[in-house]
């Protein structure tokens, strides 16, 4: 279904596994139509079920990753590749390992990078030297954050070290045995480097996104709600299940 008025697109889906095959869907058309395309991938429960799609579609001979260039939006700050918790882990065991991507063409963000300040430049330029991203795929935090831009930060923000909120460090700590062992800092994106993307999409499932979906696309834009500054951008859908898009 699309909802006129603002610029974008709101695709409502019946349940989780209808999301994950439309986005999975999305990303395989713009591969097959610019097989070099540069991707931008997120992390978190959301986007799993739509790198299994993605996975099957592969193994079916339907995309090929042979030319893909990846850009993670983000990596927590302190963790090894190697940990289990670290998106770079997470990225390989829930898409790259399972697919034909290029080592040399898999980007994201160095968590235990000597000097944060360079880290974040030369990932920016590396960004920039590739012509920018084709193609974002976004999921959203329960306070509205993309990435790791949490409420607050300018729109400008480039890729960037992030102190992270409360609400972010209680909701990811399910993924560690204790909160103690939830890192409290992040390299992320900024607001700026995901507007720059050309086309993005923006995922959401359950009751638990309900609020922040809302403010997303139908509150003001306001660093407060750091995706409702996708308003702004031309070529964004959101596709959202039935119980996000309860109060749209
Ligand atoms: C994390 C990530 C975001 C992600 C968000 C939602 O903090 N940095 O990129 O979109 O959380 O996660 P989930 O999909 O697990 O709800």
Redesign the pocket.
Known sequence: MMQGGKMVEIVIVKDYNEMSKKAAKIVTTQINGKPNSVLGF??????RGMYEELIKLYNNGNVDFADIKAFN??EYYGLEKENPQSYHYYMMENLFRHVNIKNENIHIPEGMAESIEIECEEYENKIKKVGGIDLQV????RNG????NEPDLKFEARTHFVKLDDD?IK??SRFFSSIQEMPTKAISMGIKTIMQAKKIILLASGKEKRDAIFKAVRGETTPEVPASVLQRHPNVIVIVDEETAALL
Do not use: K, S, V
């Open positions: 997120a992390t978190g429960d959301t986007p939006l983000d976004l999921g959203i935090g954050h993309i990435g790791f972010t909701a990811n």
